[in-house]
T-cell receptor
Framework: DAMVIQNPRYQVTQFGKPVTLSCSQT?????MYWYQQKSSQAPKLLFH???????NEADTPDNFQSRRPNTSFCFLDIRSPGLGDAAMYLC?????????????FGPGTRLTVL | AQTVTQSQPEMSVQEAETVTLSCTYD???????LFWYKQPPSRQMILVIR??????QNATENRFSVNFQKAAKSFSLKISDSQLGDAAMYFC???????????????FGKGTKLSVKP
């Protein structure tokens, strides 16, 4: 089945130690998104790629970076994780850019910062 | 800026009964889309139902239907014949239908946790 895959499902890192979260998709969708979801809060968009074009949300901290080496893969890099970055990170895709298009979500990676 | 409010942090329903989850939103736009997403425990978020603001007819997907009141900026979700598998966090979401870079951004409410009692 076509799907959005996130690895690992659980990630533990130390304060200040760089960490990379991975997302892959078999849907061949043009758009990939990264969301941050803190406990009991709504998912918050960090950035998205439309093909190779990177779009950063205005309030996304510089500590968060992303790479999309090809259509299938997208990475979230946290350069110096702080305790406040502990959250669930959701990857999503959509076929094209447009308000009506459904976003397909991965199961998320839960990040713990010690 | 657009906001989405879900005023019920938690809801409970008896199996086979009907439950309605509330959602209100604030926007000055006339062209937009509304969504309900379901996030089961430890599983990925999936789309339940969506509504175009320009359509007056309420969307329906099997046991799920919405009550879209555009003037009141209300978008509630009704689940009929509730099943144990409906237990999840439900998020209401808004997306602008206009042009520009923010068109695709989903704005989520804080969610409603639905429990289904056997």
């Amino acid at each position: 089945d076509a799907m959005v895959i996130q690895n690992p499902r659980y990630q533990v890192t130390q304060f200040g130690k760089p960490v990379t979260l991975s997302c892959s998709q078999t849907l061949n969708h043009n758009v990939m998104y990264w969301y941050q979801q803190k406990s009991s809060q709504a998912p918050k968009l960090l950035f998205h790629y439309y093909d190779k074009d990177f779009n950063n949300e205005a309030d996304t901290p510089d500590n968060f970076q992303s790479r999309r080496p090809n259509t299938s893969f997208c990475f979230l890099d946290i350069r110096s994780p702080g305790l406040g970055d502990a959250a669930m990170y959701l990857c999503a895709t959509s076929r094209v850019w447009g308000a009506y298009n459904e976003q397909f979500f991965g199961p998320g990676t839960r990040l713990t910062v010690l | 800026a657009q906001t989405v409010t879900q005023s019920q942090p938690e809801m409970s329903v008896q199996e086979a009964e009907t439950v309605t989850l509330s959602c209100t939103y604030d926007t000055s736009e006339s062209d937009y889309y509304l969504f309900w997403y379901k996030q089961p425990p430890s599983r990925q978020m999936i789309l339940v139902i969506r509504q175009e603001a320009y359509k007056q007819q309420n969307a329906t997907e099997n046991r799920f239907s919405v009550n879209f009141q555009k003037a009141a900026k209300s978008f509630s979700l009704k689940i009929s014949d509730s099943q144990l598998g409906d237990a999840a966090m439900y998020f209401c979401a808004y997306r602008s239908g206009g042009g520009g870079g923010s068109q695709g951004n989903l704005i989520f409410g804080k969610g409603t946790k639905l429990s289904v009692k056997p």
